[in-house]
C-alpha cells in the first residue's frame, strides 16, 4: 500500500540524516501532515546535535519493533568520544568501563554475553584485554566498544525486540553499527577534518585526536568513494586502594597461635597453629629465630577474634597505580554503485588498530593471602597482636607481625587489529519482487605478547598497621620501614626456613582470535497493499582460538649478575595519592625497573629457566582451545500495513529456525605410569530451535503509536564454558576452571509493550514494559575449599610447591532453570523548548533549550548453585535465588542542551544504581561445608553517578571549534564484598579528561 504519509516520513529520515551530518548549515526538515492534507514541506532551521535527535526520532517512529538509534550529529562525529559512552544514553543500556572510558554494555539487565553487535549487517566480536579487576583478557563473547574510534560511525541502533528476519543470538539486544557510505550525504563531494587535543588532570597526559573524510561521487551520481581515517593517543592514570577481595580469619591455616595456647592434642608438645615443622615451626616459634607472642588475655583475645570463621580480613591490602597508554588507528571505505534505478550494490571495509600499553605498580602485603607451605611460608606465620572488627566482622583495626610485604610490578603491551570486508546489494526483479544479499568477513586477533609481573620482596615486617577505623574506603598503612629504600627489599629464592620471601618473574603472554564468515540471501514478495512477504537464510561460521605460554616456574629467579644491585634494578615510583585522602597515604615507593631486569637477566630471551611452555604447562594449558560454531538459520516473515481498524495497523509476524553445529577443543590432562601429560579433547554437540516473532504498531493518532511484541529468543553460551579442558593455576591464587562443552543455549520468552507520544518533529514521550521470561539460563559455580575436595588428582600439583590440603577457588558453569521473570519500564522523554516560545512568549534563545530524559527499572531473579553440581545439575538443596548479575534495578540519564546557528552548548548526566556481578562471592565457600551463606553473598558495584558537558562555536561557514569535558565530577571506580557488610574491594580514580580542538569542513 503506497501512502503519501510513508513517502513523507521517509523523507523526514532522510532529510534529517543529512542535516545530522551538516553542522551549522540550515536545511530542511521535513515534517509529517496531518492525515487527509496534502503533502507540504514546511523549512526549519535544524543543525547538529538537534538534527541528529530529529533523526533519530523519525527511526525509532518508522520501525516496527522496539528500536533507538543515536546518529552522528556532524560528519565524522558522535555525540561522545567512545561509543560505549553514547550508548548509555539509551533507555535499558548501562555500560562497564575500563582504564575510566566504556567497554562493555548490558541491556535491560543482560549482561555483554547476551548482546550481538553487527557492524554493517554482518556480526562481528572484537576483543582486548583490560586490568584484572577490569576483567582482564576478553575471551568470551562480549563485545569490547573501547576498540574502535567512534568519529568512524555515523549511525547506531539498538533493537530490543526480535523478528524472526534478524539474526539469532541476543537475550539483550541487536546493536546495529553503521560507518558512512558515500550516497549519505546528498553531495557530490564532501571533506571534513578535525583535530583535538585532549588532556587528564591525573595523568597531566597531553594527547592528539584527529579525524577526517572525503567522499565523492561520479558517473551522475551513479558511482560513490568514501574514505574515513581516526587517529587518537590517551595517556590515563588509575590510582586508589584495593585488597582482592576478603578472606575468613580461617583460610590459609590460620594464624600463629601465641605460646602455650591450644596446643595440638595429636601430636605431643606441638602447637596447634602452624602445624608444620617444615620452616622451624615448634611449641616456641612461629617459626625458625621467632618466638611466639606471651599468651597474655589481650593476645589471646586477639587470635581468638582473628580466628573466628566470622572474621573477615583483606586478602591483599594494597596501593595501587595504573598507567595507560593507549593508540587508535581505524579506517573505514566504502564504495556504492547504482548501474540502475532497480540495483544498488555497497562494499565497506572497516579496519581498526588498538594498542594499549599498561604498567601496574602495587604496594601490598601478601601474606595474609598465602598458606604455610613452601615457598611462601604465609598467614599461618603471622601473629595478630591487635585484631578489631565492626559488627560483620570486618577487620577494621590491625596491629600485625611477620608479614610478608611485596612490591608487584605488571606490564602489559596489548594489540587487538580488527579488520572486516563485506559486500552487500539488492536489485528490484520486478516491482513487487526483490532481492537482496549479502557476504562478508571479518577477524580479530588479540596479542598480549608481554604480560611481564616482578615482585620484590620483604619478610616478616612487625608492626605492620591497617586501620580503616576513619575511612573503610582508604585505609591508612603503617608499613614500619622506608618502603622508597630499594635495599629493605630482596629479588630472590626463599630459603628453607621462611625467612627470605620468595620474588617472582611472571611471563604470560596470551593471544585471542576471533573471526565470523557470513553470507545470507533475502527475497521479498509485495503480495498486494497489505502484505509482503519476506524469507531468507543465513549460513554463518564463528571460530575462537586461544593461547597461553608461561614459565615452568615463576619462583625461578637466577642469581643477581655481576654489577646489578637492588639500586640498579629499581626506580621510584613518586607523585601518589593526588585526590586520595588519608594521612597515611603513600607519596611513592620503590618499583622494579623492567627494562634493566629485562637485560640484567635475560628475561625475554626464551631460554634456560625463562623458557616459555604451552600445553605441557598445567598453568597455561586451559587458554589453549579453538571453539567452531557453524550455523544455518531460515526464517519467513510477514510484513503487513492495513487500515483494517479505526486506525493504521502494521507490523511483522515469523519464524526462525536454526541449526547450530559446535565443536570444541582443548587439553585435559591425562595421567599415565610416567607422569602426567597434555591430551586434546575435542568434544561435538549439536542444538537447533525454532524462533517464532511478531511485532505489531497501532497508529492510534498521528502523533500516538502503541507498540506491542513477542518472540522466543535465545543467546548461546559462553566461549569459556565451552572449553572441554581445565584451567589449574598453582601460582599466586590457586584456582581451577573446568569447562562444560555440553552447555545448551539459554532461552527466554519475551513480551513488549510500549506507548509512544510524538509531539513534534523533535518531541518524544515514550513508555515502554519489558518482561523477559527465562526458561533456562546458565550459572556460574564458584566453590572455595581444600584442593582434594573436588575430586583431581594430586599430581596436577606436582613441582608447584602446592599441597592438596591448600585453599583453592573451583568454578564451571551448568545450565539451569530460569529464575523469576525480569520485568521493567523505560521512561524516554526528548523535549525542545520551543514551546516555552511558542505558547508562553518567552524570548527567542529560551527555544534554543531542549532536555533528554530516560529512566530504566528492572527487577527479576536468578538461580545460582552454591555446590558440586551432579551431572551437571545443581542440587535442590544447594540453589541460591538472587539479583542476577550486571542488573541495576534503576538507571537514568539526562541531558540539558542549547544550540543556536552559531553556538552549542550541553551537559549530560548517567547513573546507574548497585549491580551484582558475581553470585555467590568470589570467596564464597561451598555450603556443603557448612559455612553460613549469609557471608559474602555476591560481589557487587555501587551506584555511579557520571557528568560530561560538551561546548562548540561556529566561528565562520566551515570551522566550528570545540570544547569535551568527560567524568567532570571524577567519579570513583568501587567493587566491593558481600551486599551487608559492604567491604571495599577496589577504590579508584582516573581523573577528568578534557578536548580542546576544531573542526573544519569544506
Partial sequence: MVRTGDTRLRSLICGASILGLSVGVAGPALAQSPSGQSAEVEEVVVTGFRAAIQSAIAVKRQESGVVDAIKAEDIAKFPDNNLAESLQRIPGVAITRSAGEGRNITVRGLGPGSTRVRINGMEALTTTGGSDADGGANRARQFDFNVFASELFNSLEVRKTASASVEEGSLGATVDLRTSRPFDFGKDQVLSLSAQGGYNDLSKSWDPRVAGLFSKTFLDDTFGVLVSVAYSERGVREEGFNTVRWAEGTSNGGWCSPLGYDTNPTAAGQQFNPTTAAAGSSAANCFTGDPRIPATPEAIAAYQRASDPGSWHPRIPRYARLDYDQKRLGITGSLQWKPTDRTLINFDYLYSDYKSHRTENYLEAISFSRNASSPEFGKAYMIPRVYETDANGTLTYGVFDNVDIRIESREDKLETIFSQYSLSGSHELTDN???????????????????????????NQDGWVYDARDNPLLPNITWGFDVTDPNAFTFTNANANGTVRPSEIRLRPQFVQNSFDIAAGDIEWQANETFKLRVGATWKK??????????ATEFGIPAMPSGSNMASLSEQLTGFGKG????????????????AVAQAYGIYSNTGTFALQ???????RGSFRNITEESQAYYAQVDFDTDVLPWRLRGDFGVRYVDTDLTSKGYRTLTTPTGTVPDLVTIDNTYDEWLP???????VTDSFLVRAAAAKVMVRPGLAALNPGGTVNTTGNLTITAGNPFLKPAKANTYDLSFEWYPGGNSLVALGFFIKDFKTDFTTVRLTGPFSSFGLPDSLLAGTGRTPSDEASFTTTINTKGGDPYKGFELNVQQPFTFLVDRFGAPEWAGNFGALFNYTYVKGTSIFCAGTPVNNVCPANLTLENRPTNVSKNAYNATLFYEDQKFSARVSLSHRSKYLFAVPSGNQGNLTTGRRQDYQDADWVPATTTVDANVSYQLTEKLRLTLEALNLTDEESRQFNDTDAKRVWTNHHFGRQFYFGARYSF
Fill in 693 to 699: 516473532a511478531a511485532n505489531v504498531v497501532a497508529e
Fill in 433 to 459: 519482487l526483490k532481492i537482496s544479499g549479502m557476504w562478508g568477513t571479518s577477524k580479530s586477533s588479540f596479542k598480549n605478547p608481554i604480560q611481564t609481573t616482578i615482585t620484590f620482596d620483604r619478610a
Fill in 614 to 620: 604451552g600445553i605441557e604447562n598445567t598453568n597455561a
Fill in 542 to 551: 564463528y571460530e575462537n582460538d586461544g593461547q597461553e605460554y608461561r614459565r
Fill in 580 to 595: 586520595l585522602s588519608g594521612d597515611g597515604v603513600p607519596s611513592g615507593w620503590v618499583i622494579p625497573d623492567f627494562d
